[in-house]
Structures are given as C-alpha cells and as structure tokens.
C-alpha cells in the first residue's frame, strides 16, 4: 500500500509563506516524478510545480518567482515553498507521485488527500 502524506497547509495572510510537506511511504521501487496540483472551488485541478529525481523542475507560470519545489529522493519527500502568496492562490493543494512499485513494473500515478490554503486577511 502507497500513500502520500501531506502536510502544512493552513491560513496566511496575503504576501505571507508556506511550506508543503508530501512524503510517500509504502512498497516503492522508485519514484520518478513528484509534484504538486490545486484546485479552487468552481476551477479544474491545475499543475502547480513538478519535479523529477534527477532535479529537472517544471511550474505554473501563474508561481514562478513565487513558488520553490523542491525534493528529497533519500526520504521520498517532496517541498513546496510559498512565498509571496496571494489571494488567488487559495485552493486546495494535492501531492502527486508517479511511481513503480516493483523493478520493470508501470508506472503508477498516486494522489494525497489533499491539504487547504487560504490566503486572506
């Protein structure tokens, strides 16, 4: 059984930070993308940031310069860092993992329960 595990979510003020926390744990053989999707009421889940074992990293345009993704292979722990949000930010923030679980197996995509963000004053 894979699961991801999320943390850090909350309540900020508008130009205020947070940091996400999504570790995966269970039977994994490796883990070859990791990375972060929202969704705001009323909108389709969007991609937020990606990144691959070896570092290559991919963002929203709407985060970039804002938003830092960042990863530990040893511990299979994604990071996002959130700096200078706004109110549009506001979602609810899913950790995504795509994984094998055995040496030659495919490639399975994994959701976290999902963590909530509110940005308002």
């Known amino acids: 059984q894979v699961q991801l595990v999320e943390s850090g979510g909350g309540l900020v003020q508008p130009g205020g930070s947070l940091r996400l926390s999504c570790t995966a744990s269970?039977?994994?053989?490796?883990?070859?993308?990791m990375g972060w999707y929202r969704q705001a009421p009323g909108k389709q889940r969007e991609l937020v940031a990606t990144?691959?074992?070896?570092?290559?990293?991919n963002y929203a345009d709407s985060v970039k310069g804002r938003f830092t993704i960042s990863r530990d292979n040893a511990e299979n722990t994604v990071y996002l860092q959130m700096n200078s949000l706004k109110p549009e930010d506001t979602a609810v923030y899913y950790c995504n993992a795509v994984l094998s679980v055995v040496p030659g197996g495919m490639m399975i995509n994994y959701w976290g329960q999902g963590t909530q963000v509110t940005v308002s004053s």
């Open positions: 269970g039977s994994i053989f490796s883990i070859y993308v």
């Open positions: 990144v691959t074992r070896g570092g290559s990293t």
